[in-house]
């Protein structure tokens, strides 16, 4: 297989650049240029011939492409190039609609449904009394049948009352506060941030056990000033990425 033919790349050897940066570009324009997905880029002793490397520094520039999910390992298959990734929607989205908009198939399982009493913190996000009962609803979301999230929602039952009841297989909970309750969110805020996917996650989401990486979201959407719902997210990181479009700033001068 041709590694980086389009290029005419190759590494330079009296280059300050380390020769795993140098590797790495390589492989980077073959994955971009040259293999679709679910492709296999060549084997690690190939690349070390091709490019004379020793191995160490192949599995060092392969490692750091696996790790940010460009491409992905199968124990005694290979190396190969992982799908694009989705782009993180920065609107007041539903699973269900994003994955359709993208032509995927959205896909949930119920992981736990439970009424609690709320927290003092879940109180404040919900605007809520502490105590006041509160719908937990904790879903494994998927896309084509592939783990994408888990997502793990609180919605006050003033807000929805006798919402645990209300079967959610296969249905979005969004339709289902818009048709059943006659909430339409109209605003929402959220945070990401980096994080490591705890065991029970790690295991949910197929990510390898120890310290894959996860985004970790919270959101609280709104209908006018009341809080409708409180969502903790962890959320695949070698699946998602974020794009934003860059203002120049405004400093008035
Ligand atoms: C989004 C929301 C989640 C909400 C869900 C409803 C995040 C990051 N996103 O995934 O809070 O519960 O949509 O989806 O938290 P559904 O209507 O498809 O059930």
Not at 103 to 125: N, V, Y
């Amino acid at each position: 297989m041709a590694a980086g033919k389009g290029s005419g790349a190759g590494i330079d050897h009296q280059s300050p650049v380390p020769k795993y940066s140098q590797l790495r570009e390589i492989l980077l324009d073959l994955v971009e240029t040259e293999l679709g997905a679910d492709q296999a880029i060549p084997s690690e002793r190939e690349l070390s011939a091709r490019f004379g490397l020793s191995r160490m520094t192949v599995r060092q520039s392969v490692d750091h492409l696996v790790s940010e999910g460009r491409l992905y390992r199968v124990q005694g298959k290979g190396t190969f190039v992982a799908r694009p990734k989705i782009e993180m929607p920065l609107r007041l989205a539903s699973f269900t609609e994003d994955m359709r908009a993208r032509g995927l198939e959205p896909g949930s399982r119920d992981l736990d449904r439970r009424t609690d009493a709320a927290s003092a913190h879940l109180a404040r996000m919900l605007l809520i009394e502490p105590g006041d009962p509160v719908h937990v609803i904790e879903r494994l979301r998927t896309a084509d049948g592939i783990p994408m999230a888990v997502e793990r929602s609180h919605i006050p039952d003033a807000v929805a009352p006798g919402l645990g009841e209300e079967p959610l297989a296969g249905r979005s909970l969004y339709d289902l506060l818009a048709s059943t309750y006659g909430v339409l969110l109209d605003r929402g805020e959220q945070t990401i941030e980096a994080g490591i996917a705890d065991p029970t996650d790690a295991a949910l989401l197929d990510l390898p056990a120890g310290a894959a990486a996860v985004l970790l979201l919270q959101r609280r959407s709104f209908v006018g000033d009341r809080p409708v719902e409180f969502a903790v997210s962890t959320y695949r990181a070698d699946r998602y990425q974020l794009h934003v479009a860059l203002e120049v700033p405004r400093t008035g001068r």
